[in-house]
């Protein structure tokens, strides 16, 4: 009873936390006119991608419209800086709790320092739309927006500690989850056409939902040994294993590859250069170039993760400190070339997967002819499908602890 009392409280924590930073949202700052602002983004394509995190914080420039971006946007730059300098890859592998602290604060730093510089940023791109544009008001921008970034990115921290799941992930599920109503204003339900559609829509996200469990569950396991696992007769046990993953990435390659693919259609509103403009149309109006080029960022960014992840050097150097060892691979060099060459395999599968998921309402559009997907984006429901699964099977651990604890007593 107790472990349940403590998960209700952790639930009850996580849904209050969430209620109130879904609110601030929407209270807006004063000064912009949001009438004119709405109707000019309306066609923005990176103003629309972003709002899919920011759950529409970019359409209406309220307290929390930064939402958790500067704070996932810091990991990742956290995480490449500990891949480049070594002092930071000293202080996370070897200190422990106080190391995994000092990393936190280096994360928090660079979120305040990243919020500050998209509030600048959004300053500056709303003076058309802003009653009396000057410094106070830029001023009070900056403050505010940046205050209310640190506020999600706590939010989030305290989800992590004493709520349920992970408190960035559930941040974003709430934002995509909640852009789900106005995606279905496109259908109308008394139209028996669209009645169809929204059925093939069912159908799609179903097989999006399938091959994402897929990629999210599947992993290759590569059988470790030592001398304490012989068996009678010497025989080996090989029941110990190391689990490489699929997709190591999760969704974030596809999320990154979106973003960046997004890039070349807001160069082309806001450049004059005719030579660039020329070659933005060129890849965009080209099938095969686009897609290419897509197909080119998904597997860039799960090799990156990948290697942000997994470390074969320290998983060789490891096994040798356990005294185990892969089965007929020499412990050293020869594991680390092991490991990397199924690696490289699994991340290029996974990522011929994630390409695949992608350009699903592409693919659906040109067999149907129907746009079906329309409004909701494949990457979307990957990191909903995603996020429900990582927090089902923590509610999951938590039940089936509270079941051993009562069989224990």
Aim: aromatic fraction near 10%; charged fraction near 10%.
């Amino acid at each position: 009873m107790e472990k349940t009392k403590k998960l209700v409280n952790k639930v009850i924590i996580t849904l209050i936390i969430l209620f109130i930073s879904r609110i601030g949202i929407f209270i807006p700052i004063p000064g912009i006119n949001q009438g004119e602002f709405n109707t000019s983004i309306g066609q923005n394509t990176i103003i629309n991608f972003l709002n899919v995190f920011s759950g529409g914080g970019f359409s209406t420039i309220g307290i929390f419209s930064l939402g958790i971006i500067p704070y996932i946007n810091s990991s990742i730059i956290t995480q490449l800086l500990i891949k480049i300098i070594p002092s930071l890859e000293e202080i996370q592998k070897n200190e422990g709790e106080i190391g995994k602290q000092k990393i936190s604060k280096i994360t928090r730093y660079l979120t305040t320092l990243w919020a500050i510089i998209q509030s600048v940023s959004i300053g500056l791109w709303i003076k058309p739309y802003t009653f009396n544009w000057n410094i106070n008001f830029l001023l009070d921008l900056i403050i505010t927006l940046t205050t209310g970034s640190v506020i999600i990115m706590w939010f989030s921290e305290v989800i992590t500690e004493y709520g349920i799941g992970n408190g960035a992930s559930l941040l974003i599920f709430q934002n995509i989850v909640s852009n789900i109503p106005k995606n279905l204003q496109y259908y109308d339900t008394n139209n028996k056409n669209n009645l169809i559609i929204i059925s093939l829509l069912l159908i799609s996200c179903i097989a999006i939902l399938i091959i994402n469990i897929i990629i999210q569950d599947s992993k290759r396991k590569i059988s470790i040994i030592a001398s304490k696992h012989l068996g009678e007769k010497n025989q080996l046990n090989t029941q110990n294993y190391i689990p490489l993953r699929l997709n190591q990435g999760g969704v974030m390659p596809i999320v990154f590859a979106s973003a960046a693919i997004a890039l070349p259609q807001y160069l082309l509103i806001n450049i004059n250069n005719s030579i660039l403009r020329t070659v933005l149309k060129i890849i965009l109006s080209n099938n095969i170039l686009y897609l290419i080029l897509y197909s080119f960022l998904i597997i860039a960014f799960s090799y990156f993760y990948s290697s942000i992840i997994l470390n074969t050097k320290d998983i060789a150097k490891n096994l040798q400190k356990m005294g185990a060892s892969i089965p007929n691979i020499r412990p050293g060099e020869e594991t680390i070339k092991y490991l990397n060459k199924i690696i490289n395999k699994l991340t290029f599968i996974g990522a011929l997967f994630l390409f695949i998921i992608a350009q699903f309402p592409l693919i659906t559009s040109k067999i149907t002819q129907i746009n079906i997907l329309q409004g909701f984006g494949t990457t979307s429901l990957l990191i909903l499908v995603g996020v429900a699964i990582e927090t089902a099977k923590q509610i999951q651990t938590y039940i089936i602890s509270e079941q051993y604890d009562n069989i224990m007593g």
